[in-house]
């Protein structure tokens, strides 16, 4: 897969997103949060579960294991933090709020991996979140809702750095997104069972929303992000997806009565242009030589050692195109 397929993939994730952001709000009508996000959770994962099989050759060990446990706790954390943000929330903040992510993400890569970030992913970063400002028409107070957005966002930028490590150590994304998914199902539904309203008539009623989320906003659309982080990096990655404020605002204005302003108009404008810079890039942020997992590289050609035919080689092209950039 090439970095530009990998940025249209996520351009699309982003829609499936930001459109399914909709339902994670009318869902609310019928089921609880907890209920709600361990629904989703528990469709996304038994859909991805019998592709586990195809990754049986793929070496694993306890290094794997350890490494898959961070994905999975940050992303459960990220996940459970959004659904609840949405109780106290308008969907056109929470989208663009959960998007501030871009620019979190490209920090915590620098602090966490010593992955500098180029000078033209960091403008594209400051102004993808000031076309979500204009979208979202400003943000007048913070209220729980919002707050809780926040931390979503900072917990999803976590997330997507130790996901990249973890997918371009490892690979095996069918076995990263079926963990993530099941995990977080067995800890939201008895949470669900016990403090909130989760019944088959509850179910059966968010039935439509459920299939929404649990397929496509999750199954396909995280799939999708795992996917493509072997060939990109999580700070490209987090400017791609924040188009989800986008197609979040299309979607509560043509489902929810939500108006977009013409300066939301003007933000929408400003968040695909940044976007379509990083798609076409062909600079990479660049990978400290001190960086933390200096001796990843060893661990990715054992990892990659015992793989199955066609499975490309056990580097990340975006890092190698960053150390022999002449233009740096």
């Not at 709020?97 to 915590?108: K, N």
């Not at 209220?143 to 750095?161: E, F, K, P, Q, R």
């Not at 949470?191 to 968010?206: H, R």
Request: aromatic residues 6%; charged residues 10%.
């Amino acid at each position: 897969m090439s970095k530009l397929t990998a940025n249209l993939l996520l351009l699309f994730a982003a829609a499936l997103w930001g459109l399914g952001n909709v339902a994670q709000k009318t869902v609310l009508d019928h089921l609880d949060a907890l209920s709600a996000v361990g629904l989703r959770c528990l469709i996304g994962g038994l859909l991805v579960l019998p592709f586990v099989l195809t990754e049986r050759r793929l070496p694993a060990g306890d290094v794997h294991f350890s490494s898959l446990i961070r994905v999975v706790v940050l992303f459960a954390v990220s996940i459970m933090l959004q659904q609840l943000c949405y109780l106290g929330a308008t969907v056109t903040n929470a989208s663009f709020l959960i998007s501030t992510a871009t620019v979190i993400t490209p920090l915590a890569a620098w602090l966490l991996m010593g992955e500098r970030p180029t000078t033209g992913l960091i403008l594209a970063a400051g102004s993808t979140v000031v076309g979500c400002l204009f979208l979202s028409g400003g943000i007048a107070g913070l209220g729980g809702g919002d707050i809780t957005a926040l931390l979503s966002a900072g917990s999803y930028a976590l997330w997507a750095v130790e996901l990249e490590r973890h997918m371009q150590t490892h690979a095996r994304p069918f076995t990263a997104a079926a963990a993530q998914f099941l995990a977080v199902a067995a800890l939201a539904l008895p949470l669900g069972a016990m403090q909130g309203n989760l019944s088959f008539t509850a179910a059966s009623e968010a039935g439509p929303e459920l299939v929404v989320l649990g397929v496509f906003s999750t199954a396909v659309a995280f799939g999708i992000q795992i996917a493509a982080l072997r060939f990109t990096s999580a700070s490209h990655a987090a400017v791609i997806v924040s188009a989800e404020s986008v197609f979040g605002a299309m979607g509560a204005a043509i489902f929810l009565g939500e108006q977009c302003s013409t300066a939301g108009a003007l933000g929408a404008v400003i968040i695909l242009g940044s976007i379509l810079s990083v798609a076409i890039s062909t600079r990479a942020p660049v990978r400290l030589t001190s960086r933390p997992d200096a001796g990843a590289s060893d661990a990715r050609a054992r990892a990659f050692a015992g793989a199955p035919a066609g499975w490309p080689a056990a580097t990340n092209p975006a890092h190698e195109e960053a150390f022999h950039d002449p233009c740096r």
